[in-house]
């Protein structure tokens, strides 16, 4: 079969990448022919990219796009649109595959490419990474202009989800919204991001790029730094604490880094930011930690997200003020942590203390997150279902 995956922002494609369409092509790579279409430009960095040093099983295919400094910016909307363009003039160019597995988002190529599976009766398979616009009214929330702004972007939205021939998506609650509107597809599939537990487990073994003291405990957040993760409100919690032990760990990089820095500064927390790390170091730095919090802000549109399945793969503890009722469920299902109250440091701050003067706790809550992760979160086992998508939807659509 003959199979081309779109994904505007995909990863490096290194050894250590764990970007979902990247596993998801090596896996189909074996029996088919595979190519991946992706950006020039690498959402990640904010810089266009190099290409892989690693010749893979699979072509990689990619696609100019001007780019943008900022995640939240008029430049962003117009280089993604100048990337869907020119997605539907490269896909014009090559054979007519089988089918196409599209994620979403952006919204103008995956809209392009639903019009060109439509006239060219190409089988057209979706994955929902996140929902636009719905995310965009964390950043502009205004009554009634907030919606004639975003209008353009639900109705491409909707119209994509409406010519789906299959659904996947990254948890229940986008796949639903997808549904909402598409009324003809009887297949579908939520099959969470998740990660490759063998080989999580192998970059655990590795040595930490930190070292713990004796009697520290590390307290680590994981992901992006920007306007849905509410860092403010852990370093808040921490002030409450006051425990000298206590070191908060912060992974990732984001438009924020430097306001989090400096808060944490100003109320004179110890914490330790290291900036973006490469998967396997990410993993043997979580892997000695001691609790992993998961602050999301009021009305933040997401789900479940990359850092649940690292978070649980850990086996650790989770502290969460996500108010998604899809992962507060997971959490309260498997007792695998708490959920606290959303923006109240207070509440975060308690939970906190249990877990750091309960250790069995503690310990028996990272068991319980290990089962779910080996139970929701292990690609090896759940990616099966995308792979069996993919090739029975000429069939099964």
């Not at 995909?10 to 990448?17: A, G, L, P």
């Not at 948890?171 to 579908?188: F, L």
């Not at 490469?278 to 789900?303: F, G």
């Amino acid at each position: 079969m003959d199979i081309v995956i779109i994904s505007e922002f995909c990863e490096d494609f290194s050894k250590s990448d764990n970007d979902r369409f990247f596993y998801l092509a090596k896996m189909l790579a074996d029996d088919n022919n595979v190519e991946i279409i992706t950006s020039s430009f690498r959402h990640t960095t904010k810089r266009q990219r190099n290409k892989p040093a690693t010749v893979w099983s699979f072509k990689i295919t990619f696609i100019e796009e001007p780019g943008y400094l900022k995640n939240v910016c008029l430049k962003r909307f117009y280089s993604h649109y100048i990337w869907g363009r020119n997605v539907e003039k490269y896909i014009h160019t090559r054979k007519k595959p089988d089918v196409i597995y599209c994620a979403l988002p952006s919204l103008t190529g995956p809209y392009l490419i639903a019009k060109y599976c439509r006239k060219n009766d190409v089988r057209f398979v979706i994955d929902v990474q996140d929902l636009w616009p719905e995310a965009f009214y964390m950043i502009i929330n205004i009554p009634v202009l907030s919606n004639i702004i975003f209008a353009p972007f639900t109705i491409y939205a909707n119209c994509i989800y409406k010519k789906a021939d299959a659904i996947c998506a990254v948890s229940a609650t986008y796949c639903q919204r997808a549904m909402k509107v598409n009324k003809k597809c009887k297949t579908t599939a939520t099959v969470f991001l998740g990660t490759e537990l063998e080989v999580f487990d192998l970059y655990a073994s590795e040595d930490s790029v930190l070292v713990k003291e004796k009697n520290e405990i590390f307290l680590v957040y994981c992901g992006t730094l920007g306007s849905s993760y509410d860092i403010t409100c852990v370093i808040d919690a921490l002030t409450f604490i006051r425990n000298e032990k206590i070191r908060f760990i912060v992974i990732g990089d984001g438009p924020k880094l430097a306001e989090f820095k400096a808060y944490a500064k100003r109320k004179k927390i110890k914490a330790t930011f290291t900036g973006r790390l490469p998967y396997n170091q990410m993993c043997s730095l979580l892997k000695i930690c001691d609790i992993t919090v998961n602050p999301i802000t009021h009305m933040a549109a997401q789900s479940i997200i990359n850092k649940h399945a690292d978070y649980a793969a850990s086996g650790l503890p989770v502290i969460s003020t996500q108010e998604s009722t899809e992962y507060r469920k997971l959490i309260e299902n498997y007792q695998m942590g708490f959920n606290c109250r959303n923006n109240n440091a207070q509440d975060l701050a308690d939970k906190i203390k249990i877990l750091i003067e309960d250790k069995n706790k503690a310990m028996e809550m990272g068991k319980n997150a290990r089962k779910c992760a080996e139970e929701n979160f292990n690609r090896s086992i759940t990616y099966q279902k995308l792979k069996k998508i993919i090739l029975d939807s000429m069939e099964n659509t």
